[in-house]
């Protein structure tokens, strides 16, 4: 079967540096995003992963250790806004197939 | 650029009624996609599109739920009956390379 775990909740300080991570267990990985989602709101996407190592995007960078079957997401220099749901979300080779993991929920504290 | 465009935002119907939603996605993307998310939960595909073609639909309860994307771009999908269980809020996609986009979803609740 497949699988994704993160965090239920996490919670962090305005600007503070918080890592959500992912681990996953899946047939056919292909990849790993990023989405976030405010409450009410449409998940928006944050960043993709095929490669081992470090995507930086502004104050979010993700990491993927496929060996490890392990992802996180950094969030840097925390602002209220950035308080949402976050999933990751594993690209399923040769589909394109999305599986979302049950997400992580940011609490951002001023 | 319009994103994806779905309606209605919001739906309250009785157990046992008909429903339907309606997705418009990007222009031009041609993979569509209908998803049911729990609350508290990630998004669940239902069913994946490519131009008219439903690809993959192996998750979508075929005994009360249909889909259709007759010409290709704007898409409905129905409930027929609905039960309680089916509350949730339905979110269309439409992908270009590796992002897909979403659109604001459907609340159903089944009372």
């Known amino acids: 079967g497949q699988s994704l775990e993160q965090p239920s909740e996490v919670t962090a300080v305005e600007g503070a540096i918080v890592q959500i991570n992912c681990t996953y267990q899946?047939?056919?990985?292909?990849?790993l995003s990023w989405y976030q989602q405010h409450d009410g709101g449409a998940p928006t996407f944050l960043s993709y992963?095929?490669?081992?190592g470090l995507e930086e995007t502004g104050r979010f960078s993700s990491f993927l250790s496929r060996s490890d079957s392990y992802g996180y997401l950094l969030l840097q220099e925390l602002q209220m806004k950035d308080s949402a749901s976050y999933f990751c979300a594993v690209k399923i080779h040769n589909t394109d197939k999305l599986i979302f993991g049950t997400g992580t929920r940011l609490q951002v504290f001023p | 650029e319009a994103g994806v465009v779905q309606s209605p935002r919001y739906k309250i119907i009785e157990k046992k009624q008909p429903v339907a939603f309606w997705c418009n996605p990007i222009s031009g993307h041609n993979t569509l996609y209908w998803y049911r998310q729990n609350l508290g939960q990630g998004p669940e595909l239902l069913i994946r599109?490519?131009?008219?073609?439903?690809?993959?639909d192996s998750q979508l309860p075929k005994d009360r739920f249909s889909a259709e994307r007759l010409k290709g771009v704007d898409s409905t999908l129905k409930i027929q009956p609905a039960e309680l269980g089916d509350s949730a809020v339905y979110l269309c996609?439409?992908?270009?390379?590796?992002?897909?986009?979403f659109g604001p979803g459907t609340r159903l609740t089944v009372t």
């Open positions: 992963n095929a490669l081992d």
């Open positions: 599109y490519e131009n008219e073609e439903a690809v993959d």
């Open positions: 899946t047939s056919g990985f292909y990849g």
């Open positions: 996609a439409s992908r270009s390379n590796y992002e897909q986009y």
